[in-house]
C-alpha cells in the first residue's frame, strides 16, 4: 500500500464516508417514512413506494442490509485513516486520525444525513430502495445468514422476528390524535365529522332520542277531523300512531302514504291502520354505529327506545344520528330547543334541551355523563325543586334559574364559563 498515492487513498477514503453517510441516511429515512402514506402512494402506482413497501416487509433483512454495509464502509475508512495518519506522521499520528475521523463520521456521515432523512424521508428513501434491492439480490445469502445469527439471539430473548410489522394499525384514540393534529390537511368542517363518526361508538341512542313527554304522534282516540288537522300540518315524514298513550302504540305512519287517502276523501281509522308498518324497538343502551348500522340493515328510518323493562322512553331516528356527525341541518324549532344570545354574553337555554345538543351549538363541555337534560343535571346537583331566581356553578358555568313549573324547571340563564376556569 505505500505505493498507492495519498491522492488516491484520500478520495478512497472520501467515497467511504460519502457511503457512510447513505446508509446511516437511508436506515432514518426508510424506518421514519409514514407507513399510511406510503401505502397510498404504492396504490398509486407510485415506484419508489412500491420497493419501499417490498423491503419493509422483511426489515429484519433491510436492517442487516444496511449495517452490514454501514460497518463495513466504517471499518474500511478506520483502516484507510491508519494507513495515512502512517503515511503522513508515523504512529504517533495514528490517535490523531482516529480522532478526526470519529469527528467527521459523526457530523457528515452520522448527524447531518439522519437528521436530512428525517426531515425529508421520501426524498431519501424512494433512491435508497432502488440501490437496496439490488444490493439485497447480490449480497442475499450473507444477509440471510446475519439475520439468521441476531434473529436466533432474538429468539433466546423471547422476541420473535416474524411478527415484525404487525400492530401498525391506529386505535380510535389514536386515530383521533392523527386527526387532531392533521392541521390544515384535512378542512376544519371534514375533521369535527371524522371526530363525530369515531365518537358514535361512546355515545347511545339514549343520548339523544327525542324524550317521552316531546313525542308527537297521532293518537287514534282523537276525532277523524283533529287527525286530518295533524296530518296536513305536520312537519314530521313519520309520526307513531297509538291509541290513548304511546305505550299502546300500533305502528309507523309515513304521511306520503296518507296524503293520497286524504285528497281522495277516503281517509278513516281503519284505512289509516292499513297503511301503517309495524313498530320498531331499539333497546337504550346501544351505541350510535350500531344502530345506524341497525337502520340500514332493517331498512329503518325511526324507532321507539325501550329500557330493561320495555317501556317506551323515547324516540330516536336516522336524522338525529346523522346530526351527531354532520351537526345540525334543520331550523324547526321543534326540533332545536330554543337558545336565545344575551347581550351581556349569557345565553337564555330551554332547560328540557339536551345536554349534548346544547355543547355542541355553544361548543361548550357541559358534563354528559349522568342526566341527559339540563333540568335533569340541574336538578341532580341540587337535589330538589329549585325557585326562580336560584344561581349555582355546575363545571365552570354558571346557571340562574329563571324559570320553573310544577316539578321541572323550564328555563335557564348560562354564563359561559370565563378564562382560566
Not at 442475499?140 to 411478527?163: D, I, Q, S, T, Y
Not at 305505550?247 to 305512519?253: A, K, P, R, S, T
Not at 340500514?296 to 346523522?322: C, F
Amino acid at each position: 500500500m505505500n505505493e498507492v498515492p495519498l491522492s488516491v487513498l484520500f478520495t478512497a477514503l472520501a467515497v467511504l464516508l460519502v457511503l457512510s453517510g447513505f446508509f446511516s441516511g437511508s436506515e432514518t429515512g426508510l424506518m421514519a417514512i409514514n407507513r399510511y402514506r406510503l401505502r397510498h402512494l404504492a396504490r398509486q402506482g407510485h415506484k419508489g413506494a412500491q420497493r419501499v413497501l417490498r423491503l419493509l416487509e422483511r426489515p429484519d433483512r433491510l436492517i442487516g442490509l444496511i449495517l452490514l454495509g454501514n460497518n463495513l464502509v466504517n471499518i474500511l475508512a478506520s483502516s484507510l485513516t491508519t494507513l495515512i495518519a502512517l503515511r503522513l506522521g508515523g504512529e504517533g499520528a495514528i490517535a490523531l486520525g482516529a480522532g478526526l475521523l470519529t469527528l467527521v463520521i459523526l457530523i457528515f456521515s452520522e448527524v447531518a444525513p439522519k437528521t436530512l432523512a428525517a426531515l425529508h424521508p421520501e426524498r431519501v428513501a424512494f433512491p435508497a430502495a432502488f440501490v437496496y434491492e439490488y444490493l439485497l439480490r447480490l449480497i442475499f445469502p450473507l444477509v440471510l445468514l446475519v439475520n439468521a445469527l441476531a434473529n436466533g439471539v432474538l429468539r433466546l430473548l423471547g422476541v420473535h422476528p416474524g411478527e415484525s410489522g404487525q400492530g401498525q394499525a391506529l386505535s380510535t384514540e389514536e386515530l383521533r390524535t392523527v386527526l387532531h393534529e392533521a392541521g390544515a390537511l384535512i378542512p376544519k368542517r371534514h375533521q369535527e365529522m371524522l371526530l363525530s363518526i369515531l365518537e358514535l361508538e361512546e355515545v347511545t341512542v339514549n343520548d339523544i332520542m327525542v324524550p317521552r313527554g316531546e313525542i308527537v304522534g297521532i293518537d287514534l282516540e282523537d276525532d277523524l277531523e283533529a287527525i286530518m288537522a295533524q296530518l296536513t300540518h305536520s312537519q314530521h315524514t313519520r309520526l307513531p300512531v297509538y291509541r290513548e298513550n304511546i305505550d299502546q302504540v300500533e305502528g309507523f305512519l309515513h304521511v306520503r302514504n296518507a296524503l293520497p287517502l286524504l285528497a281522495r276523501g277516503e281517509l278513516s281509522k281503519e284505512a289509516l291502520r292499513r297503511i301503517l308498518r309495524e313498530p320498531y324497538f331499539i333497546p337504550e343502551a346501544t351505541p350510535l354505529n350500531t344502530q345506524l348500522l341497525n337502520f340500514q340493515r332493517q331498512r329503518r328510518r325511526i324507532g321507539l327506545v325501550v329500557d330493561e323493562y320495555g317501556d317506551i322512553q323515547g324516540l330516536v331516528t336516522l336524522e338525529d344520528i346523522l346530526e351527531e356527525i354532520v351537526g345540525e341541518f334543520t331550523t324547526s324549532p321543534e326540533l332545536s330547543p330554543e337558545v336565545i344570545p344575551q347581550e351581556d354574553g349569557s345565553y337564555l337555554v330551554d332547560a328540557g334541551m339536551n345536554i349534548r345538543e346544547v355543547n355542541r351549538m355553544l361548543g361548550w363541555k357541559l358534563p354528559t355523563d349522568g342526566p341527559k337534560t339540563l333540568n335533569g343535571l340541574i336538578l341532580e346537583y341540587l337535589e330538589h325543586i329549585p325557585e326562580p331566581g336560584t344561581s349555582l356553578r355546575i363545571d365552570g358555568y354558571p346557571i340562574e334559574i329563571v324559570k320553573t313549573q310544577g316539578n321541572a324547571v323550564k328555563t335557564v340563564r348560562i354564563h359561559p364559563p370565563q378564562e382560566g376556569e
